[in-house]
C-alpha cells in the first residue's frame, strides 16, 4: 500500500513532505480536497499559505501530522532508496542534521511564515526602509480606521521578522561559508527543510533581499531550489485556476 | 454538508459533472487522487481519459456513479440556483432533452471516445484520407508486428468511429440548422453533456473536421464551449506537471 499524503501542495507543511518523497524515490498518492462555488470563485487553496495548512500522512499503521517528524520517519525507513544522504550516513552527521533542523523548526520558521503574511498585506509599493513601524509610512489621510490599524500590525510584524530574520540569517551566512550546506557537504533533512518558507521569501522582491544580500546564504538558496524535487513540488503548488481567463 | 466528487477533472465523465456543477452555482468539494513515484514520473492523469475514468459523486445520502444520471440529480435537486434552463421549464421541453441526452449517451460517447482514443496511437503525420483501414497507410517494413497489429486496429478504430460520427453529426447539423441548441432554443443538459468528448474531437486537427467541416455544428460548438463553466473545467484539467521545467 503507498504512503498517503493529505493535503494542499501549497501548504509548507505539504510542500516539505513532498519534495522529501520524491527526493527519496517514494511512491505516493497525493490526496487533495479543494472546494469550489460556482463559476466566479477560486479555489480557497489559491494563495500559498505560509503558515503551513494543515497535513496528514499515512504509511502503513503510522499516522503523521507534522512535517519535520514526517520527514525523519521517510528519510530512515527509506534509507536504502533514493537519495541516500538526506539523514547523513552516521551518527555524527545526524546531529548537526538534528541541529539545524531544529534551527530551522523554532527560528526560522515562524519569522519566515509572519513575514510572508505580513506583505501580503502591506501595498507592493509602500516604501519599507527600517524606520520601524509606521513611521510615516501610511498616508495621513483617507484610510479607515480598522484598516489603518491592520496596516499598522502587518507593519509591525514585518520589522519584527525581518529584525529577527536578519539575525539568523547572518548566523546561516557564516555557517555556509565555512561549509556548502547546513549540516556539512551534503544536502540533508536540514537544507531541504528550509525550502518553502525560503521560496516565499525569495518570491517578493520586498524579502528577497534577506537572502541575495548574504553571499552564502544566496549561493546556497540557488543550488538547493535547483533541485528537480523541489522544482516539482512548485508546479505541483501551481494553481489550476489562476490563470483562468475570465 | 457540500456535495463531494471523486475524481479527476481530466476524466469525461467527472468534466461532465464539474461544468454542471458550475452551472447551478452549487457549493462542492473535488477530492483528486494523484499518484507518483520519484522526479522522473508523470502523475497518472496526465493523459486525458476519452473512456471516461471513474467518477464518485456524494450529496447527503445519494451516492451515484454515472454522470448522466448525476447530471439529472444535479439539475432536479438545484433547480432553483444557477442557471434554471438546464434540464428545461417544462415537461415539453425535457422530453427533448432527455432525447438528445440518451443520443449522446448511447450514439456520440463511444465513437468519439473511440476515434480520441485511436488517434493517441497513429503518427500525427499519418495521411488519414479514407481510403479505409490499412489502405497503403502503413509503411511495408520496419515495423515490429506487434506494433503493427495494433496500428492496424487503431486505422480501424479510426475510420469506424469516423464513419459512425460523420453520420451521426449528419442529423446534428441538421437538427442544429432548424434550433440553436440540441433541444430547442436553450442551452440544456443535452448540450452540456457533449462538451467533454467534443472538445477531445476538437483539439485533434484529424478529429476537429468533423465539427468544423459542419456549419450549424461548428456554430454550436462555439457557443458551448465559450461558457465560463467549460473554460473553468478545462482549467482543471491542466496536469499540474505537464510543462516542467525538466
Not at 504512503?3 to 520524491?22: D, I, Q, W, Y
Not at 496596516?151 to 509591525?156: K, P, S, V
Not at 521569501?201 to 538558496?221: C, G, H, T, Y
Amino acid at each position: 500500500m503507498p504512503v498517503k499524503v493529505f493535503g494542499s501542495p501549497a501548504s509548507a507543511e505539504v510542500a516539505r513532505v513532498l519534495t522529501c518523497l520524491f527526493e527519496k524515490d517514494v511512491e505516493f498518492q497525493l490526496i487533495r480536497v479543494d472546494s469550489f462555488r460556482g463559476p466566479k470563485r477560486l479555489p480557497q487553496y489559491l494563495k500559498l499559505q505560509p503558515h503551513g495548512e494543515a497535513i496528514t500522512f499515512e504509511d502503513g499503521n503510522v499516522t503523521l501530522v507534522e512535517s519535520r517528524k514526517i520527514l525523519r520517519h521517510i528519510a530512515d525507513k527509506y534509507k536504502q532508496q533514493g537519495y541516500k544522504d538526506l539523514f547523513g550516513p552516521g551518527a555524527l552527521e545526524r546531529a548537526s542534521i538534528e541541529q539545524w533542523l531544529q534551527t530551522e523548526a523554532h527560528s526560522f520558521d515562524i519569522p519566515s511564515a509572519d513575514m510572508v503574511y505580513s506583505l501580503a498585506y502591506l501595498p507592493p509599493d509602500m516604501p519599507l526602509d527600517g524606520r520601524g513601524a509606521g513611521g510615516g509610512l501610511l498616508p495621513a489621510a483617507g484610510m479607515h480606521p480598522s484598516h489603518r490599524q491592520k496596516m499598522e500590525e502587518m507593519l509591525q510584524l514585518f520589522e519584527k521578522s525581518r529584525k529577527d530574520l536578519g539575525k539568523l540569517l547572518d548566523i546561516y551566512d557564516q555557517r555556509l561559508g565555512e561549509e556548502e550546506y547546513l549540516a556539512g557537504s551534503k544536502f540533508t533533512l536540514a537544507d531541504l527543510s528550509h525550502l518553502p518558507n525560503a521560496d516565499s521569501l525569495a518570491a517578493d522582491p520586498r524579502s528577497a533581499r534577506l537572502i541575495e544580500s548574504r553571499k552564502n546564504v544566496s549561493r546556497w538558496w540557488y543550488t538547493i531550489s535547483s533541485h528537480d524535487s523541489w522544482k516539482r513540488v512548485k508546479e505541483l503548488q501551481r494553481p489550476p485556476s489562476a490563470e483562468a481567463p475570465f
